[in-house]
Every structure is written in structure tokens, then in C-alpha cells.
């Protein structure tokens, strides 16, 4: 408690930010939001016919269901890549200093470790099905949710026993591979499907509701589930002696690292940690085409990309996911709903292609080696990106406006964004650490440095603004080419302004 | 005869927020000579060699390169200097010798396969040189660093304790490629705290310390060093 109390006091010394400060901070904030909201009402309210006559979608072939199911295998795809990341079972390195050379039995050390990230991925399982298993069936039931819930948690306890079995036998490593394999397959096969059944013109018959099981089967199926976690956490437990202590060391220094950045709401951090490691390649690279340094630049950033198989990946799953929104009933019928998949999946495809300027941020002396002044480096940092991007915007948005309006102009008007989510990447890449000599705030996650969230947004930011006239397209089911050439415009402006405040930052 | 200097610091003062670390340097390094820089540990001579090269913003005092302020940012002053400040500025899905290839092809090196062989050889990697960073030792990757230094053109070297985590062979034969640069119209400033390194290669020594930082003749300072 006295600890507790002497942090408290000692940080409220360091926060020099008065509430006059912080309520002016808040004022502005809300002023900023209410211009940015007046603005965009007022550019619907001047469309509002045209929006009102837009025609229906025509091409949503997926039931809901299926497209939860989708969110459900990219939770489990995702919460299995993060455990093999992190372990599951790791030590502190004080733990490992500590505790590990103890002349006692490693299982007793290690179990209360188990237990608890038992516990954490239960209940992230269970919160995680939830809404899932709402979102599933057209009519959810009480007892459907709660069965399915205790499955979930059941499933999580088996997976967490079956992976320390793996951790333990040393071979976890393949697992965060094929979690994310797994993902990726689970968003771009029906994305796929679906583009191929709305383009035949084809319509599921009354597919739309999963059929509920039989109670016996339900049953059946959560024994069997209990059984097969049971059995997986016993195994767990008895091989947690053959845990070696380099591998729990160097597990619980990912977590640490791991955990600060989510805890600072650092995305950019959490990636550093969770990284995949890199393979040796197995041809060399000669670069004959390589004759300056500018190409030095594209040479690099275009290496770092081709050897990273998973963002080829990402980049897949970020072109579907706006077509899975759009071709999915109930989701595509909503423009907004549709608006906010684009913005999530090519926010990944710019975070996939923004890779070379995060280790270049990382690892500033790598842009000093070569004769470009800094600007020059950033700029060039842009290329890879753009290039990338066109296409994975251009395609995901002609398939987004399947059915509405000119394929071609929704091809044109997706690549236009490109610049835009390119910038984004770099902007996003190159921004500063986050200042914690400064002021800080006491907040829900903990204590973060003032103008955190300004500094956290700093890449999406732009994406999403730049991707606004796309937006308006979407509400009103067509591309015009005017559309296009405002897209093209402001993406540029855009992607200029996110090179030049990055080159500042550099 | 007074050689023009390339790099010279008058009344700089060097630190990290309104601190200095050490008195104010003043220094001129010509073409074709070698400065070192000795002290203690913490004495700041990291930080010198930052501020030199434009990492870190003088406290008071200038530094010029070639008759300029220093601005790292510029490509002219990056074609011209070569630094090997951190060992760990590599990409981590290049290996050690496309690190080497992509440096030479983007300053332009006729022939950059010869170059990167030839470097390869002086630092001992062959066997390591299709790895990536991370397999590598620190003494490779300190190595590696070393050779993406030389393997481009330059004309000031600047090397923060090049001799660290080096065995004493290729101490040597690194001191007696630095001397050839050097030989070669090059100038090169490092710091070091190898007596015999500092005796092999520099033409004068630049003490950093509280009181002053003076600069000195070669012997003095390899006899202070040997003298602990």
C-alpha cells in the first residue's frame, strides 16, 4: 500500500499539467471533432437524394452466419499466434534469474503460470464468442449463447494445454505460421466465393441460418471438448519440468516487452514484440539493376517485403476484408459498415507495406549509409508502398463495387487511394517514440504521456481521411469519374503531407 | 605547409539537455590524418563523436565539415562520411553480404562484387557472410559494420571504439586498413581505449576530459593508456 501510495503521489508530482490544461486540451479536441463532423454532415446533407436513390446492392451473397464464422476462426487463428508468440507458459527474466535455478521441482514454479494463462485465454475466448455467436444464428437463444460459451472456454483450455505440450517438445515455432495461414485462408477463400457467386449472378438458396445442433449432439460435443481439455492440461502440467530455462526466459522478455507496448497502447511496439523471425534466404540477391542510391532504397525495402511471406499474407486479407463486408447480407446493405471494413483492411495492407520504414525508424543509421539527404530516403520510402497498394486497393475496390456502377471507376477510384495508405505506412513508420520525459496523465491503462493519442494515430489518421471521397462513392453506390480525380487529388496531397511531416520527424 | 582542415570544432560543447559532458572541444582534422580521442569511461566521448558527425545538436560551439555546418540530413555530407557509431543498424532480412552489396551499388562502386569480396576477406567473414544479422556474433556483426564503412567511398571515417569485441589479429588488420585510408588522403577520428590501436593509427590524440580536452602528441597518449 505504502508503495502503491509513494508511486501515486510521485507521479501526480511529475504531472505538471494542470485540469485547466487538460480540459483546454479536451475543448480543443472537442471543437477539432465537431468541425470535422459539421463539414462531413453537410457534405451528406448536400447528397442526401442522390443517396437516398441509391440502388440497392444487389450482389451480398453471404448469410451472416458465414461471415461469423470468419470473425471466429480469425480470433482462434489470432489468439493461437499470440500464445505460441508468448509461450504460452513463460518466466520473468527476475523469475528465471531467480527462481528457475532453485533446487525445487520446475512444475511447482511454473504452474501458477499455466493457470493463469489458462485463465486469460478462457475468458478472452469467451468474450470473443459472445458477439460471434449473437451475430451467427438469426435467432439467438440464451442457452445457444451460454452452451457455445462454455465450448468456447472448454476449446481454450485444450488449445493452452495443447500448445505447452508443443512448447515443451520444442516445436511451437510452426504454430504462429499456421495461425496465420489459417486466418488468411478463412477471409480471402469466401471473400473469393462470394466475388465468383455475385459475378455469376448467382443467390444461396435458404442457406442463411446455421442449423442448431441436436441437444444430445450439443452435449455430446461440450463433453468431448471437456474431456480433450482436461487431458491437455494434465499433459501440460506434467511436461512443464522439460520447459528449458533459456526458451522461459526469453518467452517472459517477449512478454514484458509485449505488454508495456499494449499497456502504452502502442501498436507499433506490440508488433516489434510479436515479430515472426526472419529465415535466411536461400538465393542471394545480386541487385544488377541496383545504379544509385535511390534504387539502393527500392532495392531494400522491396527485399525486406519478398522475404517476409506473412505480409504477403496480410496484403491478401486486407484487399478481402472489404469484400467479404460488401458481399455479406445485412453488412453490405450498410455503406458505412463497408466504409469501416476498407478503412480496417487496407489499414493492414499499409501497415504490411510499411514494415521497411518502421526498421528503418528503428534503425536510423541504416539511412545514413547511403548519399541521399534524409528527405530524398523518406520519400523513396514511399515507393514500395504506392506500388504495392495500387493494387491491392485498385482490385479489393472493384470488387467492393461489384454490381454498382462502373467496374472500371471503382478499379480507378480504389487505386486512387493508394498515395493516401502509402503516406499513411510511412507517416505511421516514422513517428516519434512517444516522449515519457514529458508530462504525464494518469489514464484506465496506466500512466501515458500527454498528446499520447495524437502521437499513437499518427499513419491511420491519414489513411482514413484519405480515403473520405471513396467513402462518399459508397453511399452512393457509384464511381464517377469526377470521383476519381477528387480521390486521386486529395490522396496526393495527402500522401505529400505525410512524407513531409514524417522527413521532419526523421 | 598548414593542411585544410576537413573537419574542425571550435569551443564545442557537447551533452544531453543543458548539460555538458566534458570541456568544450576545439579541433581541426586535416585530409590524410588520423584523430584519436581517449578518456575515461563516461567521459563523453560518444557523445563528441555524435556531435561531430551530427547526431546530436552542439550546446554551444560549431562544428564545420569541408568549410560547412554539419548536416547529417544532407546527402552531400553522407556520401562524403562514413560512421560506425551502433552495430545494429542492419535490416534484418538482408544478409551480411547484400548489406555490403547494397551499400557499394548505391554509392556507386565500380565493380561492387570485387569490393564486397575484398572486404569479406579483410574482416574474416566468408563463412558468415550469407547470414542474416541475427545468426551473426557481436564480434561479426561488429565486423560486418565495419566492412560496410569501408566498402563504399569516403572521405572521414568515423569510428566509435572500432577495436570492440575484435580479436587482437583482426585488431591489426584493422588498424592497418584504417592506416591505408588514411595513407590514401582519408581522414578518420575514432575513440578508443586500446593503447596500442591508438599507437598504430593516430596521428594526434584529442583527451576528453572535465577540466580540458587537449590535444596531443600521439606518444603521450599511448604512454598515459599503457599507464592506465
Redesign the interface.
Known sequence: MGVRRFTRRATAARADTSWVTQVGDVLSWLTSAAVAIGVLAGVVSSLRERIAARPPVAAAVLPGAVTAGVAAVLLTGGVLGVLARLGPVSATPAVAAWWLPLPAGRRGLLRGELRRVAAVTVLAAVAAAVPVLLAGPASPTVGGVLLGSVGAALAAAAVVGALVVLQAAGRIRWVSTAAGGLAVVAVVVPAAAASAAAGLGREPADGTVLPAPPPALAIGLLAGTALLAALALIAADRRLTRLPAGALRERGETVQYASASALSLDARELGRALGTVVRTPRRPRTWTWVTGPERAVVAADLAVLARSPWRWGQLAAGAALPVLAARTRGLGDVPALVAVAVVLGWGLAAVSVGEPSRRAHASPAADRTLPLSAGVVVRLRAVVPVAVLVVVCGVSALLVGQGAGSPLGWLAVGAATAPAWAGAAVRGGYRPELDWSGPVVSTPFGVLPTGVGATLVRGPDLGVLGTAPLAIGLLLGEAPPVLVAVQLAWASALAALAVETARKKS | MTAIPLLSADELSVGYGAEPVCAPVTVAVAAGTALGIVGPNGAGKSTVLQTLVGLLPPLGGTVQFDGRDVD?????F??AV??V??D????????G??HL???A????VGDP?RAVAAQIEVFGLAERA???P??LSSGQRRRLALA?ALV?PFRLLVLDEPERRLDAQMRRRLAARLAAAVAGGAAVVFASHDADFVGALATRVLVVDDASCPVVPTADAVAALHEG
Open positions: 547529417e540530413r544532407e546527402a552531400p553522407r556520401r562514413a560512421t557509431l551502433d545494429d543498424a542492419f535490416f534484418p532480412s538482408l544478409t553480404a547484400e552489396l547494397l551499400t551499388r548505391g554509392h556507386g562484387e550469407g547470414a542474416l541475427s545468426a560496410a563504399r
